[in-house]
Protein backbone atom coordinates (compact mmCIF):
# COMPACT_ATOMS: atom_id res chain seq x y z
CA UNK A 1 0.00 0.00 0.00
CA UNK A 2 0.96 3.31 -1.15
CA UNK A 3 -0.03 6.55 0.45
CA UNK A 4 0.36 9.90 -1.14
CA UNK A 5 -0.20 13.43 0.47
CA UNK A 6 -0.06 16.41 -1.71
CA UNK A 7 1.41 19.61 -0.40
CA UNK A 8 -0.92 21.90 1.51
CA UNK A 9 -0.69 25.13 4.04
CA UNK A 10 -2.07 22.24 6.66
CA UNK A 11 -0.36 19.78 6.39
CA UNK A 12 2.90 20.60 5.24
CA UNK A 13 4.88 19.26 1.89
CA UNK A 14 4.28 16.67 -0.64
CA UNK A 15 4.54 13.28 1.23
CA UNK A 16 4.55 9.24 0.01
CA UNK A 17 4.70 6.23 2.25
CA UNK A 18 4.73 2.70 1.31
CA UNK A 19 4.52 -0.61 3.29
CA UNK A 20 4.74 -4.54 2.21
CA UNK A 21 3.00 -6.67 3.98
CA UNK A 22 3.97 -10.07 4.11
CA UNK A 23 3.01 -12.60 1.67
CA UNK A 24 0.20 -14.08 3.91
CA UNK A 25 -1.82 -11.28 4.33
CA UNK A 26 -3.24 -8.61 1.64
CA UNK A 27 -5.34 -5.38 1.65
CA UNK A 28 -9.01 -6.52 0.37
CA UNK A 29 -11.57 -3.71 0.02
CA UNK A 30 -12.57 -1.42 -2.56
CA UNK A 31 -10.99 1.23 -0.98
CA UNK A 32 -9.02 2.72 2.27
CA UNK A 33 -10.55 5.09 4.32
CA UNK A 34 -9.15 8.67 5.73
CA UNK A 35 -9.85 10.03 8.62
CA UNK A 36 -8.23 11.65 11.55
CA UNK A 37 -8.61 9.27 14.58
CA UNK A 38 -6.56 10.84 17.07
CA UNK A 39 -7.47 14.58 16.81
CA UNK A 40 -3.93 15.51 15.19
CA UNK A 41 -5.42 16.81 12.49
CA UNK A 42 -3.57 14.08 10.37
CA UNK A 43 -5.60 11.25 8.87
CA UNK A 44 -5.57 7.60 9.84
CA UNK A 45 -5.84 5.08 7.37
CA UNK A 46 -8.24 2.45 8.00
CA UNK A 47 -8.26 -0.80 5.77
CA UNK A 48 -9.37 -4.39 5.56
CA UNK A 49 -6.60 -6.59 6.32
CA UNK A 50 -6.78 -10.41 5.45
CA UNK A 51 -4.60 -13.31 6.60
CA UNK A 52 -4.83 -16.26 4.31
CA UNK A 53 -5.58 -18.71 7.65
CA UNK A 54 -6.80 -15.91 10.06
CA UNK A 55 -9.36 -14.01 7.35
CA UNK A 56 -10.00 -10.38 7.76
CA UNK A 57 -9.63 -7.43 10.71
CA UNK A 58 -10.46 -3.85 10.25
CA UNK A 59 -6.64 -2.26 10.43
CA UNK A 60 -5.65 1.39 11.16
CA UNK A 61 -2.07 3.06 9.87
CA UNK A 62 -0.52 6.15 10.38
CA UNK A 63 2.20 7.45 9.22
CA UNK A 64 5.61 8.23 11.33
CA UNK A 65 8.89 9.12 9.77
CA UNK A 66 7.55 9.05 6.33
CA UNK A 67 6.77 5.18 6.86
CA UNK A 68 2.86 3.42 7.28
CA UNK A 69 2.84 2.06 10.83
CA UNK A 70 0.05 -0.44 11.81
CA UNK A 71 -1.07 1.05 14.68
CA UNK A 72 -4.00 -0.36 15.77
CA UNK A 73 -6.70 -3.44 14.55
CA UNK A 74 -9.48 -5.62 15.81
CA UNK A 75 -8.40 -9.27 15.63
CA UNK A 76 -9.09 -11.21 13.18
CA UNK A 77 -11.65 -13.26 12.32
CA UNK A 78 -10.49 -16.21 13.11
CA UNK A 79 -10.96 -18.49 9.58
CA UNK A 80 -9.74 -18.10 6.19
CA UNK A 81 -11.72 -16.93 3.44
CA UNK A 82 -13.54 -14.58 5.99
CA UNK A 83 -14.31 -11.20 5.33
CA UNK A 84 -15.61 -7.94 6.75
CA UNK A 85 -17.53 -4.91 5.04
CA UNK A 86 -16.87 -1.50 6.73
CA UNK A 87 -19.69 1.02 7.17
CA UNK A 88 -17.89 4.30 7.65
CA UNK A 89 -16.17 5.93 10.61
CA UNK A 90 -17.58 8.65 13.07
CA UNK A 91 -18.77 9.38 16.96
CA UNK A 92 -21.53 8.04 16.68
CA UNK A 93 -23.02 8.02 19.93
CA UNK A 94 -22.10 11.70 20.71
CA UNK A 95 -19.13 10.94 23.58
CA UNK A 96 -16.28 12.57 21.65
CA UNK A 97 -14.76 9.63 20.93
CA UNK A 98 -14.83 7.66 17.15
CA UNK A 99 -16.08 4.55 16.51
CA UNK A 100 -15.83 2.56 13.63
CA UNK A 101 -18.56 0.36 12.25
CA UNK A 102 -18.38 -2.72 10.07
CA UNK A 103 -20.56 -6.04 9.07
CA UNK A 104 -18.73 -9.26 9.98
CA UNK A 105 -19.05 -11.28 7.22
CA UNK A 106 -21.67 -9.94 5.18
CA UNK A 107 -22.77 -12.61 3.27
CA UNK A 108 -22.78 -15.52 6.65
CA UNK A 109 -22.70 -13.99 9.91
CA UNK A 110 -24.28 -10.96 8.98
CA UNK A 111 -23.08 -9.50 12.02
CA UNK A 112 -23.11 -5.42 12.72
CA UNK A 113 -20.15 -4.81 14.83
CA UNK A 114 -18.73 -0.90 16.41
CA UNK A 115 -15.35 -0.33 17.71
CA UNK A 116 -14.44 2.94 19.68
CA UNK A 117 -10.94 4.06 19.31
CA UNK A 118 -9.53 5.85 22.95
CA UNK A 119 -5.64 6.86 23.11
CA UNK A 120 -5.19 4.48 19.99
CA UNK A 121 -6.45 1.55 21.20
CA UNK A 122 -9.63 -0.15 19.37
CA UNK A 123 -11.75 -1.66 22.05
CA UNK A 124 -14.75 -2.97 21.05
CA UNK A 125 -18.33 -1.75 21.89
CA UNK A 126 -21.73 -3.72 20.39
CA UNK A 127 -22.52 -6.23 18.08
CA UNK A 128 -25.90 -6.52 16.03
CA UNK A 129 -27.22 -9.64 14.20
CA UNK A 130 -29.18 -9.87 11.32
CA UNK A 131 -27.69 -7.05 8.91
CA UNK A 132 -25.26 -6.74 5.75
CA UNK A 133 -24.09 -4.46 3.13
CA UNK A 134 -22.73 -6.25 0.16
CA UNK A 135 -23.67 -9.06 -1.96
CA UNK A 136 -21.52 -11.35 -3.38
CA UNK A 137 -20.05 -10.28 -7.05
CA UNK A 138 -21.49 -6.32 -5.88
CA UNK A 139 -18.54 -4.03 -6.67
CA UNK A 140 -19.49 -1.96 -3.92
CA UNK A 141 -20.53 -1.86 -0.34
CA UNK A 142 -24.47 -1.31 0.07
CA UNK A 143 -24.98 1.77 2.57
CA UNK A 144 -23.20 3.86 4.86
CA UNK A 145 -23.77 6.76 7.85
CA UNK A 146 -25.89 9.58 7.72
CA UNK A 147 -26.97 12.13 9.90
CA UNK A 148 -30.51 13.61 9.69
CA UNK A 149 -30.46 15.89 12.36
CA UNK A 150 -30.46 13.72 15.37
CA UNK A 151 -27.10 12.43 15.25
CA UNK A 152 -24.94 9.84 12.95
CA UNK A 153 -26.97 6.50 12.22
CA UNK A 154 -25.65 3.73 10.39
CA UNK A 155 -27.38 2.80 7.18
CA UNK A 156 -27.01 -1.27 5.66
CA UNK A 157 -29.74 -3.58 4.55
CA UNK A 158 -31.75 -6.82 6.85
CA UNK A 159 -29.84 -9.97 6.22
CA UNK A 160 -32.58 -10.82 3.60
CA UNK A 161 -32.33 -8.12 1.91
CA UNK A 162 -36.26 -7.25 2.03
CA UNK A 163 -35.73 -4.10 4.19
CA UNK A 164 -33.27 -0.63 4.45
CA UNK A 165 -32.01 -0.34 8.19
CA UNK A 166 -31.19 2.33 10.64
CA UNK A 167 -28.89 1.67 13.29
CA UNK A 168 -28.35 4.10 16.13
CA UNK A 169 -25.86 3.83 18.92
CA UNK A 170 -26.89 4.72 22.17
CA UNK A 171 -24.41 4.20 25.20
CA UNK A 172 -23.52 0.87 23.83
CA UNK A 173 -26.86 -0.38 22.90
CA UNK A 174 -27.92 -1.24 19.16
CA UNK A 175 -31.35 0.01 18.20
CA UNK A 176 -32.42 -0.59 14.72
CA UNK A 177 -35.51 0.01 12.69
CA UNK A 178 -36.86 -0.53 8.79
CA UNK A 179 -37.18 2.74 6.91
CA UNK A 180 -38.60 1.08 4.08
CA UNK A 181 -38.59 -1.55 1.37
CA UNK A 182 -35.16 -2.61 -0.60
CA UNK A 183 -35.97 -2.11 -3.95
CA UNK A 184 -31.99 -1.49 -5.21
CA UNK A 185 -29.36 0.73 -4.48
CA UNK A 186 -31.89 3.70 -4.89
CA UNK A 187 -34.02 2.85 -2.14
CA UNK A 188 -30.47 2.53 0.29
CA UNK A 189 -29.31 6.19 -1.02
CA UNK A 190 -32.77 7.83 -0.75
CA UNK A 191 -32.22 6.71 3.07
CA UNK A 192 -28.64 8.01 3.42
CA UNK A 193 -30.13 11.14 1.93
CA UNK A 194 -32.54 11.10 4.67
CA UNK A 195 -35.42 11.02 2.04
Not at 121 to 147: C, K, Q, W, Y
Amino acid sequence: MTFVRQGSPEHGPYLQAEITLPQSRVFEDIRPRLADLDGDGTPEIVVVESDMQRGAQLAVYSVADDKLVKTTSTPFIGQRNRWLAPIGIADLDGDGQIELAYIDRPHLAKRLRIWRIKRGELSHVADMDGLTNHRIGDPFITGGIRDCGEGPELVTVDGNWQRVMVTRLTMTALRARPVGAFSGQNSVEAALDCR
